[in-house]
């Protein structure tokens, strides 16, 4: 994929992007600092994010980047680093919420929440939260966050209790727990798109298809299952990441609010999400509910 010439600017955009270490925010990170953006990115391993640093500045020497070190399944280490990153930048013109993660067992985070909701969904809500200030004050501003077509197979939502429902499930009764998590991030977007209009402010969600970088890392043949499948051109990492700097930076979506995209016969499509993404006043509880758990 080649760099954006759409994104350079005299003026470099600042981009925050999470779960930029690895996998596909890693390409996107690389392609956006190709592209002339200045770089925020979050970080739970100081090693993996100097690896990072290292690989991007190797590719584009101008890269202007930061990194803000935070474990992303504690809340109060979101709060924090939202707060440092505004303290930082008076502007932010794009929020990636890219970081996820598939469990194949039942974990609880520090703050008693499954782990799946409070990394894929709880800390891209806190976090945007704490930047939306910053975002607010940019013309433009766009917020996208990495959802999945996986939603469609979330088994049967119940709100509130599937945020805090922390029993334990087997690797294969994983798979709905985490359309559940990608589930939540699509009804968070569109709600977050209905609260920003008149505002400038955009947010928009995208499914990145299936992609052998950073697949079920908590699997131990995971790294030869990747091997095999890159092999054989199944699952092509480049396009997942492609999406995301499309929505983070193209003029294309410029003004593009309250939608889901996926890459379709070559072309960028918006879809429509799974029942009850689309469901306003379900969206507006888990609002609710959510702002209720993270207070703080």
Same mark, same amino acid.
Not at 39 to 52: C, F, G, I, K, N
Not at 103 to 113: C, L, S
């Given at each position: ?52 640093? #290292?690989?991007?500045?190797? #590719? ?88 999945? +077509? ?40 569109? +709600? $977050? ?47 997942? #990441? ?39 006043? $379900?969206? #507006? ?12």
């Amino acid at each position: 994929m080649q760099a954006d010439p759409s994104i350079r600017s005299t003026i470099r955009p600042t981009i925050v992007i999470t779960g930029a270490t690895s996998g596909l925010g890693r390409i996107a990170a690389r392609h956006l600092a190709a592209g002339g953006a200045r770089l925020v990115l979050t970080a739970r391993s100081a090693e993996r994010a100097q690896e990072t640093l #290292a690989e991007i500045q190797a #590719a584009v020497p101008q890269a202007e980047l930061e990194v803000v070190i935070a474990d992303l399944t504690r809340l109060d280490e979101v709060r924090r680093a939202g707060r440092q990153i505004v303290e930082q930048h008076e502007r932010i013109d794009v929020l990636v919420n890219n970081a996820g993660v598939h469990a194949f067992a039942q974990r609880i985070t520090a703050d008693g929440y499954p782990v799946m909701v409070g990394v894929n969904y709880l800390a891209p809500w806190l976090l945007t939260s704490e930047l939306l200030p910053a975002l607010l004050r940019t013309p433009g501003a766009r917020v996208v966050n990495v959802a999945s +077509e996986a939603s469609r197979r979330h088994g049967t939502l119940a709100l509130p209790a599937d945020l805090t429902d922390t029993r334990s499930f087997t690797a294969r009764g994983s798979s709905p727990l985490y359309g559940k998590s990608k589930l939540l991030d699509i009804m968070f977007t569109l +709600e $977050l798109a209905r609260r920003l209009e008149g505002t400038g402010v955009t947010a928009n969600c995208l499914d990145p298809g299936f992609n052998v970088t950073g697949l079920g890392r908590e699997l131990g043949f995971a790294a030869r299952l990747e091997r095999v499948l890159t092999a054989l051109h199944v699952g092509d990492p480049e396009r997942g #990441a492609g999406l995301i700097v499309r929505l983070a930076a193209d003029p294309q979506f410029a003004g593009v609010s309250g939608a889901y995209f996926s890459r379709r016969r070559g072309r960028d499509a918006r879809i429509t999400p799974v029942d009850p993404a689309g469901d306003p006043a $379900l969206a #507006a509880l888990l609002w609710a509910e959510t702002e209720r758990l993270v207070a703080g």
